[in-house]
């Protein structure tokens, strides 16, 4: 028969030895709680990595855009801003000295154009499209505690306003800072981000940007297909670009893929992202909180209901 | 704590269990977001430029002065974006001849579709191949992209100024 332990370090288990009601001895604690822990652990479910491997879609689209090609005339800005019906900018899109500063895309600006200086070439900058890159693990869909966000079979990630309800968890998520949110609207809170164009391509189209580029720097078509495109255009010319597809594997893979003559770190590119998806960092453990929370309260009584029993026969 | 709390609690997460997989509804089909209200256009041809500007009056006479070759432009044979030779010759001995006119520069849209085409996306539409030509010496004589003037004051004119006589 063993003694009740007391509890020395005070709190909530002293006032119940007190009173004469039985405590749970702390071996027997300790010892349910390695029990519950390894049922719960063996019925977790094995594979936690449910979407680690997206070949299920294999006909999902993507973007190409050779940066080497792009010229900076901002006609992909242009060409967005009037396919979703967004407001006319402050500065037209003809106007040069926007650059001057860098860029993010905003509610009004799904996709925004920055200039760079080219080392290896001074008088022809670096010109980089920024958009939200609808990777194919997106942490935003992971992030949002309302399953606002989707990734679709076609590619895109698309986004339902009709739920969000604005904790933007999603632009603290998001790896490139695509989300932007509608500061101007106070009952109606919305975030914005490129849909690569999800209706036009429903529709047998394709994206406004890519449409509208005047020296076709953004290819649309099969993600694959674009990679196998962009690993050739590298073999094929390996003094123009640097080896390395930007969006083939970071952060999981994006479905826009990036080909550039200077290292992508030099664009502000983030280049510290690993090769997993972000999501994987909380996958494993969350997929086993509903069953712990169900399973192990469940468990733990018994155990006590047992012990307790057990003492007061004793 | 009594049985009666322990029992009670184990009954809520029995409830609670049984109850999960009903709970919660399928998030409702997302609607595009941002995407204009009415119908959304399918594939818009690429003649939309053509009321935008007029057409181009390209001097090729001037131009052959300073391209120096023909593949600088007619990328047929030789130069980097040469396309291979099956691209345009049937690699069969007794047609390979007869397959492309000997003498002939090809018009560039008879490679070059007008409009977008999955089945060579590694090829540039017409419009992207007339511009990547006229870009490729134009901007490094730093016209294009760096020159503040635009598009209609380089190469397009208005349509509005195409019209005027």
Known sequence: ?314 | MKTKAVLTIALCWMVAITAAPYAGTEAPTARQAGSPKGKMPGTVLLGSLAKKYGPVKFDHEKHVGTAGSCDACHHQHGGEQAPSCGGCHTIDASSFRKNVQLGRIRPCRECHSASYNAGKLDRPTLSAAYHRACIKCHREVGSVGTDPKGCTEMCHENSAQAKTP
């Open chain 1, 1 to 314: 028969m063993e003694k009740p332990v007391k509890d020395a370090g005070g709190g909530s288990e002293r006032g119940g030895g007190k009173v004469g009601k039985a405590t749970v001895n702390r071996r027997d604690f300790l010892r349910g709680m390695a029990v519950v822990g390894g049922a719960a652990l063996l019925g977790a479910p094995s594979d936690a990595e449910a979407l680690h491997d997206l070949t299920g879609w294999p006909d999902r689209m993507g973007m190409l855009t050779d940066l080497t090609e792009c010229v900076g005339c901002r006609s992909c800005e242009s060409a967005c801003n009037a396919a979703n019906g967004l407001p006319a900018p402050e500065v037209p899109f003809d106007e040069k000295s926007v650059f001057e500063r860098k860029r993010r895309p905003t509610a009004s600006a799904y996709t925004v154009v920055n200039r760079y200086g080219n080392p290896k070439n001074p008088g022809n900058p670096i010109y980089r499209k920024v958009q939200c890159n609808h990777c194919e693990e997106p942490s935003c869909a992971s992030a949002c505690p309302v399953h606002a966000y989707t990734k679709t079979p076609e590619g895109p990630v698309l986004y339902n306003k009709d739920v969000c309800f604005g904790c933007r968890y999603c632009m603290i998520a998001c790896p490139y800072y695509a989300p932007a949110y509608d500061y101007e609207s106070a009952l109606e809170p919305k975030v914005v981000k490129c849909t690569m164009c999800y209706g036009r391509i429903k529709a047998g189209g394709i994206p406004a940007c890519a449409e509208s580029c005047p020296v076709g720097a953004i290819t649309f078509g099969k993600r694959e297909k674009l990679l196998k495109i962009a690993r050739n255009r590298i073999r094929k010319f390996p003094d123009r670009y640097v080896d390395q597809i930007y969006g083939e594997v970071e952060a999981g893979g994006t479905s826009w893929l990036y080909l550039s003559g200077v290292p992508f770190g030099q664009l502000d590119y983030p280049t510290n992202l690993p090769r997993r998806p972000i999501v994987e960092n909380t996958k494993g453990f969350l997929s086993v909180v509903p069953l712990v929370l169900t399973l192990w309260p469940a468990l733990l009584g018994l155990c006590y209901t047992a012990n307790r029993n057990k003492e007061e026969e004793g």
